[in-house]
């Protein structure tokens, strides 16, 4: 990822000279140049506000009312998770995902999704899944999902919450971190081959306060995949905050110090609980410490009404639940209208090593089959994403062999594998070996290395 911080330094050279000129007539800024809106307000220093959507509200005309009026970025608060999108295995379901995706697109917002890996809301049949079979499972569902809403989502939340709370500063124990330690760099390299547009997040929560050990370990993760070009663009604070986990007074120290790994900050759940002017303090200093640092590129409330929110009890968002701006509301509201540091807008551009090839293998015949590999390199190693294609025949199996000279590979999904090098053969699973006469499967694999010359073919079995 290249910098180039030039036109960063542009937008403080304005906001300098106005706040001189307002400075030396000792006139406050009209009110009449405030935006009246989160987004609207966000948007003068180049950040967006979002909301946490549910797919089940979006008939309440009061709750889309003040979704469209104040949020220019959208996340679906479970609909874009994996027991929502992958409920049987390999059968994806989009309907309530599309829903809020297509409403906040109509509405010219942007769409975070939430979230392709976790050990959390996954479906019951991951739940009981372990070793390779997981992997794989894991590595098909990041691909699917990234791919089908490819080009739609400014942000994945490529893994959510994958270190263990209190002093260890390691990973949490999962079924997929079972999978073995590099179950995420492997989510992240198939997200970023599935959707080279879309940043890549590493989201989590309890790591807000800069001297936690939780907040350490996410914090060398992150260090070590920029040093190894694991592709990573930003980290997602979620910062659910109340008396027990309270907004840590070095929270802008850690979102710089992360910034200052090349990556985008964003706050992504936010909701704070409380009532009142206390309550607004807090939300009004969480806003200026986002705006503080260049790379916090925007923050996501994780609901509207206060009785949308997953803790209602604790009321801890901007509006209370008659629809009515809260007094946290306007501390937000004047905490982004005071402005900050601009943005860089180049640092929106996600730019790897990755070059995408398409190689076309034999000609089917009658009965036959093709084999087409969209390649996705970068400096240590791919992904592969196989195209199988039937013939003017049906098939009931199928195998495809290729040449793995300058690589390992290191893990596969959706096929069977012999080997790992050389000549590398991968056959059908029960569930893609029959394909229509002219249909297609997909089937992938990733490895270290030199993805190159891999020059598939595909023969009916
Ligand atoms: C929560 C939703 O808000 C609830 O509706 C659901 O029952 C559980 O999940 N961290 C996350 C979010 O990353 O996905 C969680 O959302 C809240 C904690």
Redesign the pocket.
């Known amino acids: 990822m290249k910098l180039t911080p030039k036109s960063v330094a542009l937008i403080p050279i304005i906001a300098t000279v106005a706040t001189a000129a307002f400075g030396a007539t000792l006139i406050a800024p009209p009110a009449a140049n405030a935006a009246t809106t989160l987004g609207a307000a966000a948007q003068q220093s180049g950040r967006y506000f979002g909301t946490?959507v549910?797919a089940g509200r979006l008939g309440d005309s009061t709750y889309v009312g003040i979704l469209n009026r104040e949020f220019d970025m959208v996340t679906a608060?479970?609909e874009m998770?994996m027991d929502a999108t992958e409920p049987n295995q390999n059968q994806f379901s989009f309907g309530n995902g599309d829903r809020i995706l297509n409403q906040a697109r109509n509405q010219g917002k942007r769409v975070r999704g939430?979230?392709l890996a976790?050990h959390?809301?996954q479906p019951g049949w991951m739940q009981n899944m372990s070793g390779t079979a997981l992997r794989n499972a894991m590595l098909n569902h990041v691909t699917q999902v990234a791919t089908y809403y490819k080009g739609k989502i400014y942000a994945w939340?490529v893994v959510?919450?994958a270190y263990a709370d209190g002093g260890s500063g390691g990973r949490r124990d999962s079924n997929l971190q079972r999978t073995g330690n590099d179950w995420i760099e492997a989510a992240f390299r198939a997200a970023r081959a599935a959707d080279p547009g879309a940043k890549l997040c590493y989201?989590?929560?309890n790591t807000d306060n800069w001297s936690d050990a939780k907040t350490q370990g996410v914090y060398r993760m992150v260090q070590d995949f920029k040093s190894r070009g694991v592709p990573i663009d930003c980290v997602g604070f979620?910062s659910?905050f109340n008396n027990n986990s309270p907004v840590p007074s070095n929270y802008q120290t850690t979102l710089q110090n992360f910034a200052n790994l090349g990556v985008d900050v964003q706050i992504?759940?936010l909701d704070i609980e409380g009532s009142g002017s206390a309550q607004a303090q807090k939300f009004g200093n969480v806003t200026k410490a986002c705006l503080a640092v260049s790379r916090c590129t925007g923050i996501t409330v994780?609901?509207i009404r206060d009785s949308d929110?997953?803790?209602a009890s604790g009321t801890p968002l901007l509006f209370d639940s008659s629809g009515n701006k809260k007094a946290a509301y306007n501390a937000t509201l004047d905490a982004l209208n005071a402005g900050g540091t601009g943005t860089d807008p180049t640092s929106t551009t996600t730019t790897t090593t990755t070059t995408t090839t398409t190689t076309t293998s034999n000609n089917p015949g009658t009965g036959g089959c093709t084999a087409t590999v969209s390649l996705n390199q970068w400096n240590e190693g791919f992904v592969a994403t196989v195209k199988v294609t039937a013939g003017s025949s049906a098939l009931s199996g199928w195998a495809v062999t290729a040449t793995v000279s300058n690589a390992t590979v290191t893990s596969s999904w959706s096929a069977n594998r012999s080997g790992n090098s050389g000549s590398v053969t991968f056959t059908n699973v029960d569930y893609n070996a029959n394909v229509p006469a002219g249909g297609t499967t997909e089937f992938g694999f990733q490895g270290s290395g030199n993805g190159s010359g891999l020059n598939p073919s595909c023969s009916a079995r």
Do not use: C, I
Request: aromatic letters at 16%; proline letters at 0%; charged letters at 30%.
């Open positions: 946490a549910a608060e479970n998770k939430h979230a976790w959390s809301q939340d959510n919450e989201n989590d929560y979620q659910h992504t759940e994780w609901g929110s997953w803790r």
